[in-house]
């Protein structure tokens, strides 16, 4: 799934170093920019899921303070921790299986693309009010609200590791 567009690597040409505006720019496949410290790359794993892969590992006792902080629930078992809103996972850890391994943060957001979304993602979607259920019609405002609450809470996090965001 991924293309030239659908990757922001460090070193390349750079308009910002905020999380917010690396994922727009991902989105709207512009020209990368920069990102904030601790991350060497930024990509759409699947048409819902951007990968964020950091220097070091994830800190899953940190973010996962940082989740509660923000309302969030976590999930942690045999596998890598989960964020998760109304049993939906929102961010996880990257585990072994994983393309970065414990480098890689999963952020699951709603794509611009609203209509390629899974059915799993289209139940969440109709539950944040971000897809209304009898037309099916994208409240941007639900939409953005729902973004920028996971990119704040990962900004959140990187703030607190690397000291940016």
Known sequence: MTSVKDTITQGEPCR???LLQSILDLFDGKAPSDFPAGIGKIERATIE???VKFEDETDEELLARIAKEEGYATEKGSFALRVVKD???VARA????DVGGRFDLY???FPPEMGKISVYQKVVAR???VLEPST???SFE???RFNLKVISLVSRYIEEKYGGG
């Open 16 to 18: 910002s170093g905020s």
């Open 49 to 51: 899921a951007v990968r």
């Open 87 to 89: 049993g939906a996972i």
């Open 94 to 97: 990257g585990s072994r299986s």
């Open 107 to 109: 952020v699951y957001l």
């Open 127 to 129: 539950r944040e009010g």
């Open 136 to 138: 099916g019609k994208v």
């Open 142 to 144: 639900n939409l953005y």
